[in-house]
């Protein structure tokens, strides 16, 4: 596969990334236009379109003059009919498309599913679609499926199969693929019943970090939302994990020693630095001792609560901005020896960690 075919993929895939994080107003005239096609294609006449500006918004309120029967209750979402009869459609447009792309070269087909859909569906999941779990009540079950259709990933896949790989599609192939690829770039989400369709307006504002290496996306921001809606409804979130506004903007020893959730406590710690938490918190130093996974650094046990101690350690990775980022990890309080709790964070024994030429 030429170097030029891999770059035009990966163009293609950043092209894509930036609908997926677009914080421009919805362009409503083209999202309409669509959905009112893929009615007409389901034998349904164009719904009524109650715009909202947020998915939260979305899910809580009833549209004006729709009387919903309990089946259309959104926790009952993945019962409905009409995403039911669209995502079909969907599923057929695909199957047809995979049907003409086995003509494709076989090389640039992989090097396109992994590193355009693939990589997509990962920032997906932990940007925007961290936001749409957000917005449901965490005891619903997620109607994942008919969300799907709405991602770009497999927009995007097949975008670059035609455009890279030299996919055919027919003239009637085409022009159904462009109605899925307009909404994935002019609107948010949306929720189609028989009479009306909510549509969700896009965030006015998304932050993210790039992780290094493959280029995945995923929210972030240390001091404000990582997400914003119009309607004032956002997310916070630390590298990647949901957390409580408190996590950014007031996190304390207190905060965290009543934390229940670890992932959260984690996050806490990270956003005040452990060093600084160590000193805040008073933990204990028991012991320490050099990294062997990690020449040059030092290992530090704390003694934390009960059955549990805190290892600081130092990565065996240099940062984007050139350092090494200081960390620490829970371990049993058993562990007494710090290189045996380095060990235990791997499922190494200490003899095995003190082995081992390089940690990362």
């Known amino acids: 596969m030429s170097a030029l075919g891999q770059r035009e993929a990966a163009e293609i895939r950043e092209e894509w990334l930036g609908r997926l994080l677009s914080a421009l107003p919805a362009d409503r005239p083209a999202a309409e236009a669509a959905i009112s096609e893929l009615y007409r294609l389901i034998g349904l006449g164009p719904p009524r379109f109650h715009w909202v500006p947020s998915p939260v918004t979305a899910l809580t309120t009833v549209p004006p003059g729709v009387r919903l029967r309990p089946s259309e209750a959104v926790e009952r979402l993945a019962e409905w009919p009409v995403p039911n009869r669209l995502r079909a459609l969907r599923t057929r447009l695909c199957l047809d498309l995979d049907a003409q792309a086995r003509r494709v070269d076989r090389g640039l087909y992989q090097h396109i599913h992994g590193r355009v859909r693939i990589l997509l569906e990962r920032s997906f999941n932990g940007s925007l679609g961290m936001v749409l779990r957000a917005a449901h009540d965490p005891r619903e079950r997620l109607a994942s499926i008919w969300y799907d259709a709405l991602g770009i990933s497999w927009i995007a896949n097949y975008d670059a199969l035609r455009r890279v790989a030299g996919l055919v599609l027919t003239r009637e192939q085409e022009r159904r693929f462009d109605l899925w690829a307009t909404l994935a770039g002019s609107c948010g989400w ?171």
């Open 190 to 360: 949306w929720w189609p019943r028989e009479q009306v369709c909510v549509v969700s307006e896009r965030p006015v504002a998304v932050r993210i970090e790039v992780r290094a290496g493959d280029g995945e996306v995923c929210l972030h921001c240390a001091d404000g939302p990582a997400v914003r809606y119009a309607d004032g409804w956002e997310v916070h979130a630390w590298h990647g994990t949901r957390v409580p506004s408190w996590v950014i903007d007031d996190p304390s020893v207190e905060r965290i020693t009543r934390e229940s959730n670890v992932e959260v406590r984690r996050c806490a710690i990270e956003r005040i630095g452990w060093a600084s938490y160590v000193d805040q918190a008073g933990l204990r130093l028991l012991t320490t001792a050099p990294d062997p996974g990690n020449p040059g650094s030092e290992l530090r046990l704390y003694d934390m609560r009960e059955d549990t101690r805190v290892l600081l350690a130092v990565n065996g990775s240099v940062e984007r901005d050139g350092h090494r980022r200081r960390y620490g990890l829970t371990v049993p309080g058993f562990l007494d020896d710090p290189i045996a709790a380095a060990g235990w964070t791997y499922g190494l024994s200490a003899q095995q960690y003190s082995l081992l030429v390089r940690r990362t």
